[in-house]
Structure formats: structure tokens, C-alpha cells
């Protein structure tokens, strides 16, 4: 279970980004994950809390995007889902000038932070 | 004040930087790495070994590091070919990551040695996500774990430069499609080479080496449809990503603790275990 290196990688990356901002605090990250990216998300939240344990992050909520997967065959003109399992053969050739637009995003995309730890974002009840 | 800020930054970027940074330094000095993914008892190491005892009897030099969560047993299998191993013991870690491997390798590597076989941990997920610096991604399935391997791992298998089949010996008492397996490797990889290897008969051993030292002399590797698009913020511009390569996180992989193994293992040479304290 890789998730675990992934979310110590989220975790380091927000972090140095706090502390350039001068933020006391973060309340929620927002990562994009392809659907060909190899990461579970169940997984990646339960690893995330872990992570985020006596750092800067502790509390911060974790919201993972979700990215479809998409390929195109430039020839054909042709653009489909991939799907998964993936399909990455284009349906109208056999030819293989197949590109893959979207899917393997593994990327956080913003961070809000919060005026001290432990405080997370949207707790309206 | 702005409570949101957007960063836009690859998760893996820092592996990705470091796993550049890996293969530059080995191609300026001729060398290619191969990493190999698989599930465990997939026969990597037999195939391996017959390689590594391939290689050093047309005398290439050849090295190979071997991954995996507890024992040596596989570097003392692989040594036996009489090429330079390594093992390493990762103490539970699913994968290597770029760094890891560069520090394995700092000290160890001969200057001469033109390919590098890196044995990853037995998995199929976890290593995929990984860029070791390989220049050849190889990944493997034998013939008893179904014809369904690669639509079950598309990421391993997806992501592969090269696809071999191990074990074909025991492709009839498996019941192995060989049809069907090269169809669904096809789905996730189309235009990928596939071969059938057996380290018990002798069957198309050498074909990796030969993919190796293909590589080695400039050929270009299939390029997989999935490997093409890393995602946005994967591509940014270079030095963004600089300073996080300098920057001590919390892995503290302890390499360098035993650098043994200088030049060539002629003989029956010990291989060197190294625990990665991750």
C-alpha cells in the first residue's frame, strides 16, 4: 500500500507551503485523482489523517477530485472513455497513434488554510 | 485575505525529479537500468538469474538489486550467476522510489557496468507508480496467474516497456490462453512486445538481455499509450521542483551504511544486504 507515500508526500508538500504563506493552519487540500493514477482514495484519506498527525496539517480535511480517464486517436478523430479496466485501443483502427488526455492526475490541486491546526474548513454541521 | 491558494504541484514530483536526475547520471556514465515489476513467485528471479548468467558469460558488465520486504534469499540466488548483487531489505516498504535507489546505488555500482537490473518488491501496484530512473520498464506475469493479470494491474501493466510471460513450460497444465493474455495486454498497452520465457527449458532467455542492451546501444523503447500523459503540473518547468529535491523529508532512508561490494563480484562474492530503514 503505496498510500501511505503518497499522502507523506501531500503532507510535506502542504506543509513548506504553509510555511512560505505563513499559514498557522490548514483546513482542507484538494487533490485531483486520475482514474489511472494506482491510488485508492478510501485508502489515501485513512493514510492522510496518519500523516497529518502532529504537523502543521493535523485536521485538515482531505477532498480528492476524481478524473475519468480519456484517449484519443488523432487519425480517427475518434475520443472515448477508457474506462476500467482501461481500453486503450482505439475503436475504429488497430493503429496505435492512441494519446491518453486524462487519467493519471495525481496532483494536489489547492490547500485552504486555516488560522491555527486542528481547525477544518465547512464544519457547519 | 486569500484563504486558498492554489498549488498545483504533482504528488510524485519529487520522485520524478529525483528518478530524472537518476537516469541522466546513469546514462552519462553508459549504463541502462531495467526495472522489473511483478507479483511474488512470478519467477523473476529465475529469469533473472539466467540473464545475469547470460550477460556475464558474453561478458557484459552487469549488476542487479534485488527489493524485498525481508530475507536475502534472492541476492544469494541471483549471485550464483557470479554477477555484482545487491539486496535490499525494505522492512515492510511496498516499493523502492527513486532516492532510495540512488542511494543504494552511490559507492556500490561499478563505473563499467552497463545495465542494471533492479528487482523491485514483488507487487503490482505500489511499484507502478514509481519511476526508478529504468530506461526499460519490464513487467511480468507468469503462466498460473491467469490471462486477467494485466486488465487486474493495468497500471504495472500498462506502464510497461516490455511484457514477459514466465513459466511457459507450464502453460498447458495452466490451461494458459496465451490469445486471450496477449489481448488484454493489448487493451492496456497496445503495441507492447510480449514474450513467452521459460528459465526451466531455456525458452527465449536472453530476449530481456538482448531488449537491455538494445536499449543500451540507443534503440528506442515502446512508449506506452499510459505513460504519455503524467496529468497536469506533472511538466513544470524546471527548477520548480529544485528545492524539494534538496529537502529532507520524513522517509530518512540510512543509505550508505554499508557500501560494499566494490567492483566486480568475479567469484562467488557474498552479496551485499542492505536494510532500508523507511
Known amino acids: 500500500m503505496h498510500e501511505m507515500s503518497i499522502a507523506a508526500a501531500v503532507v510535506e508538500q502542504v506543509d513548506r507551503a504553509a510555511r512560505e504563506h505563513g499559514a498557522q493552519g490548514v483546513a482542507r487540500v484538494r487533490l485531483r485523482v486520475g482514474e489511472l493514477a494506482g491510488v485508492v482514495p478510501q485508502a489515501l484519506d485513512f493514510c492522510f489523517e496518519l500523516a497529518c498527525a502532529g504537523t502543521l496539517l493535523e485536521g485538515a480535511a482531505l477532498q480528492a477530485e476524481s478524473v475519468a480517464a480519456r484517449a484519443r486517436c488523432t487519425p480517427c478523430a475518434v475520443e472515448w472513455a477508457v474506462g476500467m479496466p482501461p481500453d486503450?485501443?482505439?475503436?475504429?483502427?488497430?493503429?496505435?497513434?492512441?494519446?491518453l488526455l486524462s487519467g493519471r492526475e495525481l496532483q494536489i490541486l489547492d490547500v485552504e488554510w486555516a488560522e491555527r491546526p486542528g481547525v477544518q474548513a465547512d464544519q457547519k454541521g | 485575505m486569500c484563504r486558498t491558494v492554489d498549488l498545483r504541484q504533482a504528488i510524485l514530483a519529487r520522485n520524478d525529479g529525483s528518478a530524472g536526475e537518476l537516469r541522466a547520471a546513469l546514462a552519462a556514465r553508459g549504463t541502462v537500468a531495467v526495472n522489473l515489476l511483478s507479483s511474488p513467485g512470478s519467477g523473476k528471479t529465475a529469469l533473472l538469474e539466467a540473464e545475469l548468467g547470460l550477460a556475464r558469460r558474453r561478458g557484459v558488465p552487469v549488476a542487479a538489486l534485488t527489493a524485498d520486504l525481508a530475507t536475502e534469499n534472492d541476492a544469494l540466488r541471483l549471485a550464483r550467476s557470479g554477477a555484482l548483487v545487491k539486496q535490499v531489505l525494505t522492512d515492510g516498504l511496498c516499493h523502492l522510489e527513486a532516492e532510495m535507489l540512488a542511494g543504494h546505488l552511490a559507492g556500490w555500482l561499478p563505473d563499467d557496468t552497463r545495465l542494471l537490473f533492479v528487482e523491485?518488491?514483488?507487487?503490482?501496484?505500489?511499484?507502478?507508480?514509481?519511476?526508478?530512473?529504468?530506461?526499460?520498464?519490464?513487467?511480468?506475469?507468469?503462466?498460473?496467474e491467469g490471462e486477467d493479470?494485466?486488465?487486474?494491474?493495468?497500471?504495472?501493466?500498462?506502464?510497461?516497456?516490455?511484457?514477459?510471460?514466465?513459466?511457459?513450460?507450464?502453460?498447458?497444465?495452466?490451461e494458459f490462453d496465451e490469445t486471450a493474455f496477449r489481448e488484454?495486454?493489448?487493451?492496456?498497452?497496445?503495441?507492447?512486445?510480449?514474450?513467452?520465457?521459460?528459465?526451466?527449458?531455456?525458452?527465449?532467455?536472453?530476449?530481456?538481455?538482448?531488449?537491455?542492451?538494445?536499449?543500451l546501444d540507443g534503440a528506442e523503447p515502446h512508449r506506452p499509450v499510459m505513460s504519455v500523459d503524467h496529468g497536469p503540473g506533472h511538466h513544470h518547468g524546471p527548477g520548480e521542483h529544485r528545492g524539494e529535491a534538496e529537502h529532507q523529508?520524513?522517509?530518512?532512508?540510512?543509505?550508505?551504511?554499508?557500501?560494499?561490494?566494490?567492483?566486480?563480484?568475479?567469484?562467488?562474492?557474498?552479496?551485499?544486504?542492505?536494510r532500508d530503514p523507511s
Do not use: I, M, W
Open chain 1, 88 to 99: 486503450l485501443g482505439c475503436p475504429s483502427c488497430a493503429g496505435g497513434s492512441v494519446e
Open chain 2, 149 to 174: 493479470k494485466p486488465l487486474k494491474y493495468p497500471t504495472a501493466f500498462g506502464l510497461a516497456n516490455l511484457v514477459l510471460v514466465t513459466k511457459a513450460d507450464l502453460a498447458a497444465a495452466a
Open chain 2, 184 to 215: 488484454n495486454v493489448a487493451r492496456v498497452n497496445p503495441g507492447v512486445e510480449v514474450v513467452l520465457t521459460s528459465a526451466r527449458t531455456g525458452r527465449n532467455v536472453g530476449v530481456l538481455l538482448e531488449r537491455a542492451l538494445a536499449v
Open chain 2, 120 to 144: 523491485n518488491v514483488g507487487n503490482l501496484v505500489c511499484p507502478a507508480s514509481y519511476d526508478l530512473g529504468e530506461s526499460l520498464r519490464v513487467a511480468l506475469a507468469s503462466v498460473t
Open chain 2, 249 to 274: 523529508h520524513g522517509h530518512g532512508h540510512g543509505h550508505a551504511e554499508h557500501q560494499q561490494g566494490h567492483g566486480h563480484a568475479e567469484h562467488d562474492h557474498a552479496p551485499a544486504v542492505v
